[in-house]
């Protein structure tokens, strides 16, 4: 199945299954990133877990991170990040996150991590991901996959980078 994917020569892919955690339960938001960034420092995508950490909690202190319909989205750019990558917790039945948004709180929380040189890249990847978390059904497709597989394909098939 084409993923519909288009990365420049030695890119790698944004979300992997082993960048998937289900029924995630998580104290408050913190906690969630933390497991999340975890899977990413285990995966090779972020050098220091502490250091990382503490800079996608100073954005989260800077404004919430929560979209509209359940998503969470927390994220930062930094030097600890070795490739663009996403990390995705959907919690388990019956909890769910404050993210800060308007409409309550979230079930599918997305960890944007991206080198900190790569502004634009990090942009492109937020704006076509918030893109696609708009859309009811995009929504629904990750909260209802019982499968890390088809949540990493989900992600990745979301974002098309083209050559600039």
Do not use: C, W
Not at 58 to 80: C, F, K, V, Y
Not at 124 to 139: C, D, G, I, N
């Amino acid at each position: 199945m084409d993923s519909g994917l288009q990365l420049g020569a030695g890119d790698t892919v944004l979300t992997e299954p082993e960048f998937v955690l289900l029924d995630m339960v998580a104290a408050d938001r913190y906690d969630a990133a933390a497991q999340l960034a975890g899977l990413l420092h285990a995966g090779g995508r972020v050098r220091s877990l502490p250091e990382f950490l503490e800079q996608v909690q100073a954005r989260e202190h800077q404004l919430a991170t929560g979209l509209p319909g359940g998503i969470g989205l927390p994220h930062a750019r930094s030097e600890q990040v070795t490739a663009a990558s996403i990390a995705v917790g959907v919690t388990k039945y019956g909890h769910s996150l404050d993210f800060g948004a308007a409409d309550g709180p979230a079930t599918v929380v997305l960890l944007i991590a991206t080198p900190a040189g790569s502004f634009s890249e990090h942009l492109e990847v937020l704006a076509t991901l918030a893109r696609s978390l708009y859309r009811p059904a995009f929504r629904e497709s990750l909260r209802r996959a019982q499968d890390a597989g088809v949540i990493a394909e989900l992600i990745n098939s979301s974002i098309v980078f083209f050559d600039h």
